[in-house]
Nanobody
């Protein structure tokens, strides 16, 4: 059974930093695209960042460019999201996702596996 387990969320003041982790179990994800999405109360789940399954290219939503960084450690089957200069509008539940040979990296339907989510709250 495949599982994605996020950790690292919490409460932080505006301007602060957090590092989210997502550990995968049940299979190797070295040839999978990995991504982070987020969902705020009353809003749809939105794309945050992704790292491709070929070459390790990274992609970001415009709202997070320059502040958030996605990375992966294939040896640990883990994807990370380093979050700096956090803003109150970054408050949401953050989900990691994995999918094989994903081309539409910002589309939720492209991913086969999802974590349970971790809450990030940024106070002003």
């Amino acid at each position: 059974q495949v599982q994605l387990v996020e950790s690292g969320g919490g409460l932080v003041q505006a301007g602060g930093s957090l590092r989210l982790s997502c550990a995968a179990a049940g299979r190797t994800f070295s040839n999978y695209a990995l991504a982070w999405f987020r969902q705020a109360p009353g809003q749809e789940r939105e794309f945050v960042a992704a790292i491709s399954w070929v070459g390790g290219s990274t992609y970001y939503a415009d709202s997070v460019k320059g502040r958030l960084t996605i990375s992966r450690d294939n040896a640990k089957n883990t994807v990370y999201l380093q979050m700096n200069s956090l803003k109150p509008e970054d408050t949401a539940v953050y989900y990691c996702a994995a999918g094989p040979k994903v081309y539409a990296l910002a589309v939720t339907g492209s991913y086969d596996y999802w974590g349970q989510g971790t809450q990030v709250t940024v106070s002003s």
